[in-house]
């Protein structure tokens, strides 16, 4: 089993940046990739950023070059940078697990349901 547990969201103008954090515990070992997602009202679940054990990166066209996915050397904290948020950044962020293996000098995908674990979800609210 994994545990991920999802910070930082908090209210913010457009224009202004965020950082979000993931405490993962449990059987991080059997962790292959972990990945940033969200979901608005409404709307289907996102995803938003991927990093492997390589720390081989995947971004999605609607926040590539404004946010940075990393992840602490002892893979145990996933982190998520936000700048320049827009109102359309409103949503619950996710961070997730996923037990299948990235290949190889491939960038891991980021597929709703390639991943098994999830946390709770942290608001990020942004007004104009």
């Known amino acids: 089993q994994v545990q991920l547990a999802e910070s930082g969201g908090d209210s913010v103008q457009s224009g202004g940046s965020l950082s979000l954090t993931c405490v993962i515990t449990?059987?991080?070992?059997?962790?292959?990739?972990w990945g940033w997602f969200r979901q608005a009202p409404g709307e289907e679940r996102e995803g938003l950023a991927a990093?492997?054990?390589?720390?081989?990166?995947t971004y999605e066209d609607s926040v590539k070059g404004r946010f940075t996915i990393s992840m602490s050397a002892a893979k145990d904290t996933l982190y998520l940078q936000m700048k320049r948020l827009k109102p359309d950044d409103t949503a619950m962020y996710y961070c997730?697990?996923?037990?299948?293996?990235?290949?190889?000098?491939?960038?891991?995908?980021?597929?709703?349901?390639?991943?098994?674990?999830w946390g709770q979800g942290t608001q990020v609210t942004v007004s104009s």
């Open positions: 997730a697990a996923s037990q299948l293996a990235s290949m190889p000098g491939e960038n891991p995908p980021v597929l709703v349901e390639d991943f098994g674990y």
């Open positions: 449990g059987k991080i070992d059997s962790v292959g990739y």
């Open positions: 990093i492997d054990f390589n720390e081989e990166t």
